[in-house]
């Protein structure tokens, strides 16, 4: 079993940046895919990035391609979300999660963070 707490959300202006941890409690295996996720208020849950065990393949949504990159330290257990080049439209509680998955899921995880919530001003 994978607890998972986000840290690092807050209030930022467009085009700026923020970088999103994710601490895994799992200190006795990494063998699982991490996946960021958000949800904007009155809109569905949807995929962000994901990133496999090793760390060696991603895989992002449309929308935040080439602004956001994913990534994780299996020795600090901890996943992170580096977003550049905020939009408003970014505003949403983004969650990660995490399944004993050794591929890079976009959906199907088992284990969820409380969520960290970010807005984004224009």
């Known amino acids: 079993q994978v607890q998972l707490v986000e840290s690092g959300g807050g209030l930022v202006q467009a085009g700026g940046s923020l970088r999103l941890s994710c601490a895994a409690s799992d200190r006795t295996s990494s063998r699982y895919a991490v996946g960021w996720f958000r949800q904007a208020l009155e809109k569905e849950r949807e995929f962000v990035a994901a990133?496999?065990?090793?760390?060696?393949?991603?895989t992002y949504a449309d929308s935040v391609k080439g602004r956001f990159t994913i990534s994780r330290d299996n020795a600090k257990n901890t996943g992170y979300l580096q977003m550049i080049s905020l939009l408003p439209e970014d505003t949403a509680v983004y969650y990660c999660?995490?399944?004993?998955?050794?591929?890079?899921?976009?959906?199907?995880?088992?284990?969820w963070g409380q969520g960290t919530q970010v807005t984004v001003s224009s």
């Open positions: 999660a995490a399944d004993y998955d050794l591929g890079c899921p976009k959906s199907g995880y088992l284990y």
């Open positions: 990133i496999n065990w090793r760390g060696d393949i991603t």
